[in-house]
């Protein structure tokens, strides 16, 4: 068993599918004492926490949270804290991918991505810190991408909302972490989820356990940035320390998905 995780309490945004609901699987094999699973998709959410409250009974708290809305992430958080008076984990995970060429994006898609995978983190985020500010302790774990660390052809709105996601939790950890409390942001390459939507997910993408238990690990060292895989901290690296090959790359990426959108409609 997993001291980190043993016992504490635990909120997830987006737990229904995917990242979120390895987390909160991970979560409840490593002894939490309760998760509370916030999602918008109330199908995939009952069934989920149905499911996992047969194998886990009284510890899985199916709530429906937008977290677009700030007063239904606010109630998840509440929830989690009131069941037995510590929230020890928030988990700012929902969120939605976006590659478009720019003549499709409007500024409704503009707004409606930042509301997800921006403003849905800062609620959480902002939410839990008082909270965690009066008890002492607390870990925020919010979910960026990698995308969010490099810039990436045609997909100029996700890449800001993420980078955003990263800054305010790297600034937040040096602001709050003498009163006790701890920020993660990870940032994945691909993981094979629902996120890809119709098609498979590209052949380089890692299966959510291996994703999970990795994040979950380094949240334990209070890891404040965690990249991954590999492959991903090598492009980090290229991006920072080898800007002449990253830049020979991303414009051959950007040539190639101008192409797949000219002859196919789509960006791969
Ligand atoms: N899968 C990847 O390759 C990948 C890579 C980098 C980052 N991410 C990030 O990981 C996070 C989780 O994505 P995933 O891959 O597990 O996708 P997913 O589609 O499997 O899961 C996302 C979940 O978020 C929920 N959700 C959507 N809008 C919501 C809202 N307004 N309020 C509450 N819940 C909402 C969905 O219903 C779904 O259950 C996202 O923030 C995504 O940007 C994913």
Redesign the pocket.
């Given at each position: 068993m997993n001291g980190y995780y043993e016992n504490k309490v635990s909120a997830v945004?987006?737990a229904?599918?995917?990242?979120?609901l390895g987390l909160v699987e991970h979560l409840l094999a490593k002894g939490a004492a309760a998760v509370f699973m916030?999602?918008?998709?109330e199908e995939?959410l009952t069934r989920e926490s149905k499911r996992l409250n047969e194998q886990y009974p009284g510890k899985v708290f199916p709530v429906f949270?937008?977290?677009?809305k700030q007063e239904q992430v606010a109630e998840l958080v509440s929830r989690a804290k009131a069941f037995e008076g510590h929230l020890d984990f928030v988990f700012n995970?929902?969120?939605?991918?976006m590659t478009l060429p720019t003549e499709k994006i409007t500024f409704e898609i503009w707004k409606f991505v930042v509301d997800?995978?921006l403003m849905?983190v800062v609620y959480g985020t902002y939410g839990a810190i008082p909270i965690m500010r009066e008890q002492g302790f607390g870990h925020i774990v919010n979910?960026g991408?990698?995308t969010g660390r490099v810039p990436v052809p045609y997909q100029a709105v996700y890449a800001a909302t993420k980078a955003a996601v990263i800054s305010m939790t790297e600034s937040l950890q040096y602001e709050l972490e003498t009163e006790g409390l701890n920020f993660s942001v990870f940032c994945?390459?691909?993981?094979a989820?629902?996120?890809f939507g119709d098609v498979p997910p590209p052949p380089d993408?890692v299966g959510v356990d291996e994703a999970v238990e990795h994040i979950l690990a380094e949240v334990e060292k209070k890891s404040l940035l965690i990249i991954f895989p590999q492959t991903m901290r090598d492009f980090d690296a290229t991006y920072r320390e080898r800007r002449e090959e990253f830049d020979v790359f991303a414009r051959k990426l950007a040539a190639e998905r101008r192409e797949n959108y000219r002859t196919k409609g789509t960006y791969f």
């Open positions: 945004t987006g229904a599918s995917g990242i979120g916030g999602d918008v998709k995939n949270a937008d977290v677009t995970n929902a969120g939605m991918g997800l995978n849905g979910t991408s990698i994945p390459g691909n993981v989820t629902a996120i993408a």
